[in-house]
């Protein structure tokens, strides 16, 4: 074992033979030099103070459903959030960790009859990547119902304000700040009867089930929409849908999911996006950016 190894496996659960591709819901990306499941939230400061002062680079992930990773060795450390998955209610006001499952959360909080969550229960991500995302659905989004979230700065863990956050569409201060590390969040929710929120959730599963390629590997919606219109009708109009390159396709039954059908690579789907953006430009003006992020490649 190496020192790396060594002093990380004091902190949590320690792996130094996993692949992007495992860990991605796309499943694709090379191997992983070191790779840790952190077991609390003062082991993260351990770990990142640590590889800070030696000037090792890290990533921290979460369910892996929004990232497109290269095939080349990542020779950082990743860390996973998964196992700091703690929880509590207090009336209307909840306090969740980095690593609960946004499903799962979205369930207890129905069960509780706690409403604003209810666009994350078919979101496939943790809450420290919907928090960084900014992510969301059915005209909602994770600043609807945040009030402030913990992060880890450099040397510090602070509660953020939801003001200081610079929460827009898909965007936040976390994505210009990649090395900060998103803990925990709290958040206000409203009292509304479990049943009704029930339906609406399982009401938007089946409507999803029916329109997205969910039994595929992906990253879910590959662009942002622009203001003018959904990202899918121009990839449709511009004759992108079904188009295949090697294992990569635009999805059949929704042509804004880029999906894996085995054996696809993060070169050939950035191959798919760059021509479509080319054309989309070419055709339209406009810019489809891409909601994906692409790591190591
Ligand atoms: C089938 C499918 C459907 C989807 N539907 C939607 C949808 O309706 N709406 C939507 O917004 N998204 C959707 N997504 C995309 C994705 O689920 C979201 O972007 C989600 O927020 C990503 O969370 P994650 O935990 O998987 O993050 P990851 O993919 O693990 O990470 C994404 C980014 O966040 C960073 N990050 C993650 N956790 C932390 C942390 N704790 N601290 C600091 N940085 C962190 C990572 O470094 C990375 O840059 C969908 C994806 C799939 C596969």
Known sequence: MSMLSDFLSQYGEYHNDLYFKDLTTIRM???????IYPNTIDDVQHIVRYLR??????KVIGNGSNLVCGESEYEGVVICLKKIDGYEINGEQVYAEAGVKAPLLANVLAKNGLSGFE??????????????????????????????????KKDELVWMKK?????????????????????????????????EIFDLMNDRLE??????PLDKASCGSCFRNPEADFAWKYIDEMG????????IEVS??????IVNNGGGTAADFLKVVYEIQEKAKEKYG????????????
Request: charged share 25%; hydrophobic share 40%; aromatic share 12%.
């Open 163 to 195: 003001d200081e956050l610079e929460y827009a569409y898909r965007s936040s201060i976390f994505q210009r700040h990649p090395h900060w590390v998103v803990l925990a969040c709290r958040m206000s929710l409203v009292k509304k009867d479990s049943d």
């Open 240 to 247: 992108y849908r079904g188009y295949k390159l090697n294992g």
């Open 29 to 35: 990306g090379g191997h992983i030099a070191h790779f």
């Open 119 to 152: 666009f994350a229960g078919s979101i496939p991500g943790d809450v420290g990547g919907l928090l960084y995302m900014n992510a969301g659905a059915y005209k909602s989004d994770m600043s609807a119902v945040v009030d402030e979230v913990l992060v880890l």
């Open 207 to 212: 409507r999803r089930k029916a329109s997205q």
């Open 286 to 297: 406009i810019k489809l950016i891409m909601e994906v992020e692409k790591f190591n490649c």
């Open 252 to 257: 059949e039954k929704h042509s804004n999911f």
């Open 53 to 58: 002062s030696e000037h090792i680079d890290f």
